[in-house]
């Protein structure tokens, strides 16, 4: 029988444990004695420690979300609205709310990528495969903007991209803690942060 790679097992605990326990409980003790290893020591072993594995789950999860962004765009682009700003805004948003929705897992994985964001390239190669689609989304928002400088437009494309993410993660993870008085659907509250997100981008120049 093939041994099973030490670092992809903690990995994929690592992943299981996220979903069921949130970030903060993750502990690297228990993802080395599930995943086998006998030394309590091993996350720190063969990743460097904690940041380093919670970044390869990262990009696993975000390699996933890449993949359904590029079949996204091509569907788009088949309809002739690869340039229309709402289109480009739903092939960013709705793949990664997709790859969240429906569980208590999925709200601990949308505030887990919302925390990890800030601290890895969004687009390094082994984020934003196949064919760079993260990059080319961003750079297609950053040309429909034309009433804004490129600077300008390329900051305002990304406070949207942590607006949205961060407003479905508080949503989720809120309606999993059983806190607020939210109301109606997931796809409704997806829908309205598109609307939001829409309305952002397109606000005039600022001062």
Known sequence: MASVDPKSAMVDVAERLLGTQGVDALSMRDVANIAGQRNTSAVQYHF????????????????????????FLTAIDAEGRGRELRALVEASIIPFAASVSGSVAGANYAEFIVRILPTVDYFGADLDSPGNVN?????????????????????????MFNMAFSAIAMHMKRNALGIGTATGTFDGYVEHVLAVAVTALSAPQSL
């Open 135 to 159: 990059r080319e989304i961003h750079q297609r928002l950053v040309d429909s903007l034309t009433h804004l400088s490129e600077d300008q437009a390329a900051q305002r494309v990304e406070m």
């Open 48 to 71: 460097g420690g904690r940041d380093q594995l919670l970044i390869e789950v990262f990009r696993r999860r975000m390699a996933a979300i890449a993949e359904a962004r590029r079949s």
